[in-house]
């Protein structure tokens, strides 16, 4: 078991996590359970579910999942299994129509997760049994919250409530979180296959040290210095730029803006990982939320939405421009694959010692670290 006492220093004097957070298939699992099952994860995307009975399959770690709209518009998450012989409920993304059938013995659950029907239970033609108690037999729910449309889940139940666990994130972006975005489709969609640990593409997008060199041509007119770091102890972590411009299209387009922003936003943006595993980065004009989807201890698949301030935005009046932001975005993404693969390599290297932090430029990556290992200590405390 890695030893984190030189996690949990200050940040001039701290180490990084031990290799073996990102080699190690022990740790790997460890983490599964302390640090992704017992806090708020990321999942998917409300825009995946948005009529009532939609449902989507999702694999979180091996724990399969179920989200799903209700009748009453809310996105519930169920373990994906029958409450019978736990058979895979829904194997693929669609409308149920008002009831998710078992399709090994037909058992039925309704869209509040309550056992309907158990066809010839008590023997053929006999759909009850006085053993079989429906009540007690309904869908299990996970916990979970959407905020920004981002489905998050606790898996464990465990963790205090996503409005009191993220307090201070949703106080400092109340100008969007309480405003409604809206999302095109498949040309504000997609994801990036990467052969790293989850952990480095946060580490990386915490911090705008390697903006010189990783993304010059945006570099080129945000720089290094325009920036800042922004850091909530045991919360959240990321970077801000006070120098961003709206992308124009032909003859000056630009997409609306969200209304009754303060003077901040005109040239303001942010990003920041809401711990552990979501990314978001808020703009005038446009949000985008990244879900990193842990695959194993060296693969990560990132799941990229973009959102915009106004339903007029994602009309074909502004398809072009979407297009092209989408695709500046993804330019963006795709220059860091090759530092995240290859810091994912570097981790191979017997004698590294989990790094050395700039105190000036890394303090909200190892923000991010000093809360992994706090969370690796209270589960490896609750073991004993």
Not at 209 to 226: G, T
């Amino acid at each position: 078991m890695s030893s984190l006492t030189c996690v949990r220093q200050p940040v001039s004097k701290a180490r990084g996590l031990p290799n073996e957070h990102y080699v190690s298939d022990t740790v790997f699992e460890e983490e599964r359970e302390a640090v992704l099952f017992n806090n708020w994860s990321g999942v998917g995307f409300g825009k995946d579910i948005p009529n009532a009975g939609d449902a989507m399959p999702v694999d979180f770690l091996g724990m399969p999942l179920l989200l799903l709209r209700d009748n009453d518009g809310a996105v519930r998450v169920y373990q994906n299994t029958c409450r019978h012989r736990g058979m895979i409920l829904v194997q693929e993304k669609g409308n149920i129509r008002g009831t998710i059938r078992c399709p090994y013995h037909s058992w039925c659950y309704g869209l509040n997760g309550q056992l309907r029907s158990t066809p010839h239970v008590g023997g053929p033609g006999q759909n009850l049994h006085e053993d079989i108690k429906r009540d007690e037999l309904g869908l299990l729910e996970i916990r979970s919250h959407v905020f920004m449309d981002v489905v998050f889940v606790n898996v464990s139940g465990t963790a205090t409530p996503f409005e009191e666990a993220h307090a201070e994130l949703i106080a400092r972006w109340a100008e969007f979180a309480d405003k409604p975005i809206y999302h095109s489709g498949s040309d504000s969609s997609f994801t990036l296959e990467v052969k790293t640990n989850w952990k480095l593409a946060v580490e990386n997008y915490c911090e705008s040290y390697h903006l010189p060199w990783v993304h010059p041509a945006l570099n080129s007119y945000s720089r290094l210095e325009d920036h800042y770091n922004v850091e909530e102890p045991q919360k959240f972590s990321g970077q801000g730029t006070l120098v961003y411009q709206q992308l124009k299209g032909e003859g000056g387009q630009i997409f609306p803006d969200f209304s009754d922003l303060s003077g901040k936003w005109d040239t303001s943006a942010e990003y920041i990982t809401v711990y552990p595993n979501t990314l978001l980065g808020v703009h005038r004009d446009h949000v985008f939320a990244i879900v990193l989807e842990p695959k194993a201890k060296d693969a990560t698949v990132e799941h990229i939405e973009l959102y915009y301030a106004s339903s007029d935005a994602i009309s074909e009046r502004y398809a072009e421009l979407r297009t092209a932001n989408t695709e500046q975005w993804k330019i963006v993404f795709e220059e860091d694959i090759f530092v995240v693969e290859g810091m994912q390599k570097g981790r191979q290297g017997h004698f590294f010692d989990g790094g050395k932090f700039s105190p000036a430029m890394d303090s909200a990556t190892h923000l991010f670290h000093d809360w992994v290992a706090a969370q690796l200590e209270s589960g490896r405390m609750a073991t004993e």
